[in-house]
């Protein structure tokens, strides 16, 4: 799970592997891992602690991923953006693994995501959805996309 | 210096006792070469020497250690954060497992506080411009409603003035009728004459109401001897009140030639609409006016015995084109807005107090400084003059043309009349007149341009605006343009003849 800060990438993990949400905000250290199944797959989850402008994303917990899951926040346009940055990181240390996109917050009223952007996103070959971790809209649908990319 | 083996092992040991770290060794199978006593405390329960370590630990699973590699902060099975470190060699490698519980506490401190700050700041930023937003569609908005009001301010001036001109030749004609009319007929022409007043008045409602909106209307106090000002009144409402049988009484506490400044023509308008309300919802009882001068400041109430103001109307008053309902009285819904608007700018304040079906009481003050008479002002009275005025009227409406001529030439005044600006000029250019009577919207040349070539061409006679147009800046543009008076339709002769000695030497 790879993305700017509060996007929501510990609460769609979350709401995934354990059906859970909360509304507070805990920015994760670090990276938190959880395991689940996905028909007969066990798809460990490496929930990483999202970039900021302080620190970049730390590419040695991205070694080793098989998918990567891009989350942006629909109601903050920068963290869209920044998922092409975020790309470049990330395929130097993984190379070209599968990749599906989650612009997060679909349920916020302020949600504001350009068409141009997710044609560029499907250019690349990246499925991208409309979630809601809150709502827990399409969150299923965008683990078990990966998980079939993957295998 | 180097420590011997037991030395090593001592301090290890201690290390270990502290749980600070822990450490497991794999082969390139990632199988359990070798484990620390303490891998439980960090929850590593299962590790044990033989085992596949990829079945234990999920951080394990598809990483590719060919070099040092780290994972500083990370959980471990039992939830704690700890720091994971993999030193490949041959064909083993070691992972050491560090307790950073303390590292995790500082960092998420810091973390949390910068996150959320960042946050805070991308909101902040967010309502700003939302805020800038709003501002731009508010200035735009306020332009539009500008606008609005302009046309509206616009449309009522235009309205006014044509309703104004038939009005003065119908109020005109009125008067001359009664004249020499019978009792029967002087009846019928006295009822023309209200309803002509009357609508006069809404007409003058409706362009007030306007003034306001455009900001057009402007104050003009000078010397004003008040017990003038409710003589007058009380001479025009008393026999309104003596028709319904209303017992109506006027109480002033100063002494005669008693003078203030304030715009007597406003004051006038104000006690007009409010004791002419008062008479007009009263059918029995009394309409009692007391006035007070104190302090500079003077305080008149209204109390009458009238049909009164529920609650509910009270708070709907005075607000524009607002009329009660079945009240059978006709009327704008302005006259109390409009009131109460130029008493504020009068520096007062007005206050209705009202019971239904037992009475209303409506009150109010505005600022009247006292000052020592400066002239003697006498009573009005048609001017004499000596000699034989000669007046060149301009005025494209023939019947109000008619009108004027007739009235003037009762009084010894000779009429030259002409229909539009540029006879007007050329009438000037070959005879010389008194005075020029100047209508301002007239067909082939209107009144400005025709002023303007008259002064243009070093003409002095002295020209009066005589107009429908009742706008300040019709009369500001005709001032500039070097006029000597305004008068708007419909035109009192009385005043006209006043103004007319002012200006003919």
């Known amino acids: 799970m790879v993305g700017d800060f509060a996007v929501g990438k510990t609460s769609l993990t979350q709401k995934f592997v354990n059906n859970v949400f909360s509304d507070k905000y805990l920015t994760t250290i670090g990276v938190k891992i959880d395991s689940v199944m996905v028909d007969d797959t066990k798809v460990i989850v490496w929930d990483v602690a999202g970039r900021d402008s302080l620190s970049p994303i730390n590419a040695n917990y991205l070694v080793g991923a098989a998918g990567i899951v891009f989350v942006g926040d629909g109601t903050r346009p920068s963290t869209i953006d920044a998922m092409s940055s975020l790309w470049e990181t990330t395929v130097d240390r993984v190379g070209d693994v599968p990749v599906v996109v989650a612009l997060n917050k679909h349920d916020h009223p302020d949600w504001s995501v350009s068409s141009e952007q997710i044609i560029e996103f499907s250019n690349r070959g990246w499925d991208v959805f409309n979630t809601s971790a809150k709502e827990g809209e399409n969150v299923k649908s965008l683990f078990e996309s990966l998980v079939h990319k993957m295998n | ?505």
């Open chain 2, 1 to 505: 210096m180097s420590l011997n083996q037991d030395r090593v092992a001592e301090i290890s040991q201690s290390l270990f006792d502290r749980r600070q770290f822990a450490y497991f060794l794999l082969d390139t199978q990632w199988c359990v070469l070798e484990a620390s006593n303490n891998l439980q405390e960090f929850g590593f329960s299962n590790l044990e020497v033989g085992v596949d370590a990829t079945d234990e630990i999920d951080f394990l699973v598809g990483i590719d250690i060919s070099d040092n590699h780290e994972l500083s902060m990370i959980s471990s099975p039992a939830g704690d954060p700890i720091r994971v470190t993999f030193i490949p060699s041959v064909s083993t490698i070691t992972v050491v497992i560090m307790d950073a519980r303390q590292e995790f506490l500082r960092q998420k401190q810091l973390q949390q506080k910068a996150n959320e700050n960042e946050l805070l700041l991308g909101t902040q930023e967010k309502l700003l411009s939302e805020i800038e937003e709003a501002k731009i569609k508010l200035e735009l908005q306020n332009v539009e409603l500008q606008e609005a009001a302009r046309l509206q301010s616009s449309f009522l001036s235009g309205v006014s003035h044509e309703f104004r001109t038939p009005l003065a030749s119908i109020m005109g004609y009125t008067n001359l009728l009664l004249k020499d009319s019978d009792e029967t007929s002087a009846n019928y022409l006295s009822a023309m004459k209200r309803s002509s007043k009357h609508l006069l008045s809404l007409i003058e409602n409706l362009l007030d109401h306007g003034k306001f909106d455009s900001n057009e209307i402007m104050l003009n106090p000078k010397s004003t001897e008040l017990a003038e000002v409710f003589s007058d009144v009380e001479l025009l409402v008393r026999p309104l009140a003596e028709t319904k049988s209303v017992n109506f009484t006027i109480t002033t506490d100063w002494q005669a030639a008693c003078f203030v400044v304030l715009d007597d023509s406003r004051l006038r308008q104000c006690l007009i609409n409010i004791i002419g309300n008062a008479i007009k919802f009263t059918d029995q009882g009394r309409v009692t006016v007391v006035a007070s001068l104190k302090d500079d400041d003077l305080h008149v109430s209204v109390e009458d015995t009238g049909i009164g103001v529920s609650e509910e109307h009270l708070k709907k008053i005075k607000q524009p084109f607002w009329q009660a309902p079945d009240t059978g009285k006709s009327g704008t819904g302005l006259g109390l807005t409009i009131t109460e608007r130029i008493i504020e700018m009068m520096g007062g304040a007005l206050d209705i107090d009202s019971s239904e079906g037992v009475g209303t009481t409506v009150s109010f003050n505005v600022m009247a400084p006292s000052i020592e008479p400066t002239f003697h002002q006498e009573a009005q009275v048609l001017t004499q003059f000596n000699r034989s005025l000669s007046v060149l009227m301009a005025e494209d409406d023939e019947d109000i043309a008619f009108l004027v001529t007739l009235l003037l030439e009762e009084q010894g005044v000779k009429v030259v009349h002409v229909a539009n600006g540029a006879l007007a000029v050329d009438r000037l250019q070959h005879e010389d007149f008194d005075l020029v009577l100047m209508d301002l919207h007239m067909p082939v040349l209107n009144g400005y341009d025709a002023v303007s070539q008259i002064r243009g061409a070093g003409n002095t006679t002295p020209i009066v605006i005589m107009t429908a147009s009742a706008i300040e800046a019709d009369k500001g543009r005709a001032q500039e343009l070097g006029c000597d008076g305004y008068l708007v339709k419909p035109v009192d002769i009385a005043d006209l003849l006043n103004i007319a000695q002012q200006l003919v030497t």
